[in-house]
């Protein structure tokens, strides 16, 4: 049967892909997976950070823009991002750490029905960290974590959207995509893929006012599960006849995807399970050593170097 499982990845706009480094590898004890380049643009970083294989739900990924402006706040767009973690002690724990390495966090107040500690990265990303309902078997915590296993962040929670018609994102997501409306009503609405669990919640949010203007730490797309290239066919065709403009299938080496914007403007990815993935053409140790090229663009490697801008983190 075709379904969607669930959260993929979710990608964001950095400005500064060392202190990005510094935030998501260093502070919050995720894996740096890979290092690569935007393939329509190789002169940018692509970089992802995860669990101890870069499990589908567990990735964060930027692209480095040094020239990014602010981003200015608005509706149609993904707003926070929720982190899950065990219990309430991991929240004590990682404010605890955020005050050690003086990051600004608020109150421990409910997000999506769950208790949560709400934080920004350094380019003023939302994110949440909230108690999961339960712990799925598909984490692999990371051993070499500056995080002790029991605190660390397990995967993707709830994604935030907020939008002017709500309507039309909710047909988007129950009538194209299965999802279930599982909790809201007129102005808050939380879904979930109809086989699958509290790792790939969706929150929607009513806000009025201006679209919001992309900077840095603005959320480009969110990508959701689907289990192989005739499962990716079936939702292109499935996201075409209902009107969508679709990018068409990409081949991106890693795994195979298609994007497209609903209603409101906000942009969606399907990518596949199968594939090579984030690890499998790496030695676990090397991972997110070095810049790692899909094999379409090894034979520029010397050129795309030559464009980018020496890392601390890459030999």
């Given at each position: ?82 982190l899950l973690v065990k219990d309430e002690a991991a929240l004590s724990y990682w ?149 969508f403009r679709s990018t068409g299938v990409i081949d991106s080496h890693f795994f ?35 810049l790692d090229l899909p094999p379409f663009l090894e034979e520029k490697r010397t ?13």
């Open positions: 049967m075709n379904s969607v499982l669930g959260h993929h990845h979710i990608s964001m706009m950095t400005k500064d892909a060392e202190e990005n480094n510094r935030f998501y590898n260093e502070v919050l004890g995720l894996r740096r997976l890979k290092v690569t380049v935007n393939q329509d643009d190789p002169s940018m970083y692509h970089i992802f950070f995860g669990d101890k294989k870069g499990t589908p739900g567990t990735e964060l990924t930027f692209f480095e823009m040094p020239n990014i402006g602010q981003t200015h706040k608005g509706t149609n767009a993904i707003t926070k991002i929720g404010q605890q750490r955020f005050d050690e390495y003086g990051v600004e966090y608020g109150s421990i107040k409910q997000f999506a029905g769950r208790r949560g500690l709400p934080f920004a990265d350094p380019d003023g990303l939302h994110l949440v960290l909230q108690v999961a309902d339960q712990v799925d078997g598909n984490y692999l915590p990371w051993e070499d974590s500056a995080v002790p296993l029991e605190h660390q962040i397990i995967s993707m929670g709830t994604v935030e959207l907020t939008a002017k018609r709500l309507d039309k994102l909710e047909k988007t997501l129950i009538e194209l995509f299965d999802y279930k409306k599982v909790a809201g009503g007129d102005n808050q609405r939380l879904y979930r893929p109809k086989n699958g669990s509290h790792e790939g919640e969706i929150l929607t949010v009513y806000k009025d006012g201006p679209r919001e203007k992309q900077g840095r730490g603005s959320v480009h797309h969110l990508a959701i599960n689907v289990r192989n290239d005739d499962e990716l066919e079936f939702w292109h065709e499935r996201v075409t006849k209902r009107g195979k995807s298609m994007y497209f914007r609903e209603s409101n403007g906000i942009m969606f990815e399907i990518a596949t399970l199968d594939g090579p993935g984030m690890t499998e053409d790496e030695a676990n140790k090397s991972l997110g050593n070095h050129q795309i170097e030559e464009d980018l801008i020496k890392l601390s983190f890459i030999e």
